[in-house]
């Protein structure tokens, strides 16, 4: 195990659902991530959490909204995905660089979680 | 735009055999990391190589840096069916605000 834990694993939803991703981690990091990853396509990095504040948020549609209530929880509440949303959404964890102090994200290593296969129908 | 891009693709190899991916970006980089994932899992770090490096070794895997080049190699030696999975890189510099980039992957398969 990696110390960072997703729930659910699998998540079947209508376009008109609201449903929330959670993540928890057990590492003591202060850093946290939500990444989108599509078939064939490179890890794009959603939201960057730094001590509680977001830090990052690579144009991501409003129908995704994070939230971050402490270092060891991050969210991801979904509300009318489209189909092309379906995807494997992973979270991760790491401990800050000294940059993120700048507003920049980290280049320590990351720990991810198993994520969570979202399927909108 | 600084992405890393793996080669090849797709990567079979019979068990036994060493199996070498590798990866090329476009901007200067701090760092560049190796992961693996298995199916419909999350990723594993591997490796993570600094600019100033060339060469790094942990068990079987071997990860070589040429920044004059912008490529890195992940080298699998003796591999087993238990590697099976993809390889992603991911670098990060001052360009991409120390935003990890990640190429697409390299998918490996072992057969026994």
């Known amino acids: 195990e990696t110390g960072v834990t997703q729930t659910p694993r699998h998540l079947v939803m209508g376009m008109t659902n609201k449903k929330s991703l959670k993540c928890e981690q057990h590492l003591g990091h202060n850093a946290m991530y939500w990444y989108k990853q599509s078939a064939k396509k490179p890890l794009e990095l959603m939201f960057v959490y730094n001590f509680k504040e977001q830090t990052e948020n690579n144009s991501v549609p409003s129908r995704f909204s994070p939230e971050c209530p402490n270092s060891s929880h991050l969210f991801l509440h979904l509300h009318t995905l489209q189909p092309e949303d379906s995807a494997l959404y992973l979270c991760?964890?790491?401990?800050?660089?000294?940059?993120?102090?700048?507003?920049?994200?980290?280049?320590?290593?990351?720990?991810f979680g198993s994520g969570t296969q979202l399927s909108v129908l | 735009s600084q992405q890393g891009e793996e080669d090849p693709q797709a990567l079979s190899i019979q068990e036994g055999e060493n199996a070498t991916m590798n990866c090329s970006y476009k901007t200067s980089i701090n760092n560049l990391q190796w992961y693996r994932q298995n199916s419909g899992r999350g990723l594993v770090h591997l490796i993570l190589?600094?600019?100033n490096e060339r060469e790094k070794h942990s068990g079987r895997l071997r990860v070589t840096l040429d920044t004059s080049k912008k490529s890195s190699s992940l080298l699998i030696t003796a591999s087993r069916a238990a590697d099976t999975a993809s390889y992603f890189c991911a670098t990060d510099g001052r360009d991409s605000n120390y935003q990890l980039i990640w190429g697409a992957g390299t998918k490996l398969i072992i057969k026994p």
């Open positions: 991760a964890s790491s401990q800050p660089h000294s940059a993120l102090q700048q507003g920049g994200a980290t280049n320590e290593k990351l720990f």
């Open positions: 190589i600094r600019s």
